[in-house]
């Protein structure tokens, strides 16, 4: 068998040999197949060489290659892509810069300091208003109905009159210190937006429309931009100038809910959005401004937003004397869903008010009470009460690390209200977070 093999390779070899040169001899198939593998080995050897030479050219030749302009698309890939440099070994200088330690980047701190107050003032949800009509207690001089939106619930007024003027038209008996919120839909066309005004009533002039630029004796604008906030402290008087107060950080977002407050502690507006506080001018207003009225106006002829659960509470309550010492705090700066039990995050700086006097005090325990209003069913807002209740517990334990052992929960209902349920601002009160010191 092997000298069959050996044979026809022979034969093969002889053939090819023979096309090189006409004088090919018949030669020994042992040698003639060690001679072929060494030349094939010899020939990979090249080949290797050759590659290896062909890779170091092309490497020399971009150097010279003229560079291509890209279109943008392609260099912004191009940029986006991982550097596949990769170098034998990095000079020492280089490892050394790369081991420094980096200039750490500039970073500042603050807290959300804002905790609503413990009294209720005024609050309107127009829930008593129809679908289609202006709402009974507000007046104006344009066009406004109220509607409901596909992306909240509750009712909402459509401020949508040009160059017009939306005046809540009884008097509001402000404190020095207080709180405004309200939620706001801006639409797509938002842009220069509109203007929130606190004013004190000219006694000499009263004006149940007040269509002024600056109403009342003196007051207190409060713009909301589609690319920030703008604060103007006005008065009347001919010595008198604008005090204002700019900021760009988290302006309204168009076409979804937002949530506006404003607190005002005398002479100082802050004001507090998206879960941070982002304006503080600490003399924004006239020392001699006794605020008893608001309304809305536009300037941006294009847009007009929705509003809807305006309500003015007083200043913050001492937590740690009702707490601690009167054993009994009831608080409305913890708020929820509507008809859930889900914590609003505006009601961070009333929780995290609470956690700091419990932890002063870790021998305290509480039992945390929800209550409701009488709209919807007896059993249903039971259940709800306790379920909020609940949540303000597991809130208080995982995010602000108070034990939950200490915190007992119930759930009221409708069936301890402080308040008849007669109106937005009585059912308001009626829906509440108590905490009893045990």
């Not at 509480?366 to 919807?376: A, E, F, L, R």
């Not at 009160?429 to 045990?438: A, H, L, P």
Request: charged share 30%; hydrophobic share 35%; aromatic share 8%.
């Amino acid at each position: 068998m092997k000298i069959r093999v050996f044979f026809s390779i022979a034969v093969i070899l002889s053939f090819l040999l023979s096309a090189q040169s006409v004088n090919a001899q018949i030669v020994n198939p042992k040698d003639v197949v060690k001679e072929k593998s060494t030349n094939r080995i010899n020939t990979r050897i090249d080949q290797g060489v050759d590659e290896g030479f062909n890779k170091i050219e092309e490497g020399v030749g971009s150097l010279f290659k003229k560079k291509k302009v890209k279109s943008g698309e392609e260099a912004e890939a191009e940029e986006n892509e991982p550097d596949t440099d990769t170098e034998a070994e990095e000079p020492e200088a280089e490892r050394q810069k790369d081991a420094a330690p980096q200039k750490q980047k500039l970073e500042s701190f603050t807290q959300y300091d804002f905790v609503p107050g413990d009294r209720i003032l005024y609050f309107e949800d127009f829930s008593q208003d129809a679908i289609g009509d202006f709402p009974a207690l507000w007046t104006s001089n344009g066009s406004g109905e109220v509607k409901s939106v596909n992306i909240a619930p509750g009712k909402w007024l459509h401020m949508n009159g040009e160059d017009a003027v939306y005046c809540y038209s009884k008097t509001v008996a402000f404190p020095d210190n207080f709180i405004v919120e309200f939620d706001i839909i801006p639409d797509e066309e938002y842009g220069r937006g509109i203007v929130f005004t606190m004013y004190e009533e000219n006694p000499e002039d009263p004006k149940e429309i007040n269509d002024d630029l600056y109403p009342g004796k003196s007051g207190f604008h409060v713009i909301l931009e589609s690319g920030g906030w703008e604060t103007k402290g006005y008065t009347n008087d001919p010595e008198g100038d604008w005090i204002e107060g700019q900021a760009s950080r988290n302006p309204v977002t168009t076409e979804e809910v937002n949530h506006v407050i404003i607190w005002i502690q005398k002479r100082r507006a802050r004001i507090y959005h998206q879960g941070a506080k982002v304006l503080d001018v600490p003399t924004n207003i006239y020392a001699h401004t006794k605020f008893n009225k608001i309304l809305f106006s536009g300037w941006d002829r294009a847009s007009w937003p929705m509003v809807t659960n305006i309500r003015i509470t007083s200043a913050a309550p001492d937590t740690r004397s009702k707490l601690i010492t009167e054993g009994r705090l009831t608080t409305y700066g913890i708020t929820f869903d509507v008809n859930k039990a889900d914590i609003r995050p505006e009601s961070r700086g009333t929780l995290n008010d609470i956690a700091t006097v419990l932890k002063e005090n870790p021998d305290v325990k509480v039992k945390i009470i929800g209550h409701t209003d009488s709209d919807g069913d007896d059993a249903l807002n039971l259940d709800l009460s306790r379920r909020r209740a609940e949540s303000v517990r597991t809130e208080l334990s995982s995010k602000f690390g108070i034990d939950a052992s200490r915190m007992q929960t119930e759930g009221a209902g409708e069936t301890k209200p402080v308040a008849p349920n007669d109106t937005p601002a009585n059912k308001a009160m009626n829906r509440r977070v108590e905490f009893i010191k045990q």
